[in-house]
T-cell receptor
Framework: GQQVMQIPQYQHVQEGEDFTTYCNSS?????IQWYKQRPGGHPVFLIQ?????EVKKQKRLTFQFGEAKKNSSLHITATQTTDVGTYFCAGAVQGAQKLVFGQGTRLTINP | NAGVMQNPRHLVRRRGQEARLRCSPMKGHSHVYWYRQLPEEGLKFMVY????????ESGMPKERFSAEFPKEGPSILRIQQVVRGDSAAYFC????????????FGSGTQLSVL
């Protein structure tokens, strides 16, 4: 079945440092989505990427979708304490009935 | 404009009891998904439902687990004869359209089995 792998599992940074999480799918995706889950909270949608090679930015967050539509990354520039949480990628395969989530990358920040 | 509503927020059951988790999707959403999350782990797909239909239950254990989304009322995830391994956070999500669109999650139900 479809698998979505995400690395690293954990990342601890000093406030102000950059952070990147990577997502790889075993199959070609029709789109990829990113979600953020704060500690004790629920996943909240951040963004969706659809096109091969697509890059989208949200303030300090940069999202990329690979050319082959099998991998993606989320990069945060100059982290702030409000960025703490777990970031999940989720892939949709054409014709599939569900989103498959990666294991998530838990980001902690030293202020 | 209420979001996805889940209740109860916390549910404690003894081994062998039944657990019923409820989810009301966002207004206008007819697609409901249930995911399970163990501590420090990702979201595992369980079941996808539309009104009165189970579309995909490939992630749901064959025994003790069932789900429904009736014409009227919330979606229900039912776990019979709970065991300690069922302890987890159960999240419901809804979307307005076809699979693959973005999901709106509820706050989840934390199930603890004693």
């Amino acid at each position: 079945g479809q698998q979505v792998m995400q690395i690293p599992q954990y990342q601890h940074v000093q406030e102000g440092e950059d952070f990147t999480t990577y997502c790889n799918s075993s199959t070609t995706l029709s789109n990829i989505q990113w979600y953020k889950q704060r500690p004790g909270g629920h996943p909240v949608f951040l963004i969706q990427l659809v096109k091969s090679g697509e890059v989208k930015k949200q303030k300090r967050l940069t999202f990329q979708f690979g050319e082959a539509k099998k991998n993606s990354s989320l990069h945060i520039t100059a982290t702030q304490t409000t960025d703490v949480g777990t970031y999940f990628c989720a892939g949709a395969v054409q014709g599939a009935q569900k989103l498959v989530f990666g294991q998530g990358t838990r980001l902690t920040i030293n202020p | 404009n209420a979001g996805v509503m889940q209740n109860p927020r916390h549910l404690v059951r003894r081994r062998g009891q039944e657990a019923r988790l409820r989810c009301s999707p966002m207004k206008g959403h007819s697609h409901v998904y249930w995911y399970r999350q163990l501590p420090e782990e990702g979201l595992k797909f369980m079941v996808y439902l539309q009104k009165e239909n189970i579309i995909d239950e490939s992630g749901m254990p064959k025994e003790r687990f069932s789900a429904e989304f009736p014409k009227e009322g919330p979606s229900i995830l039912r776990i019979q004869q709970v065991v300690r391994g069922d302890s987890a956070a159960y999240f419901c999500a809804s979307s307005p359209g076809r699979p693959g669109e973005k999901l709106f999650f509820g706050s989840g139900t934390q199930l603890s089995v004693l």
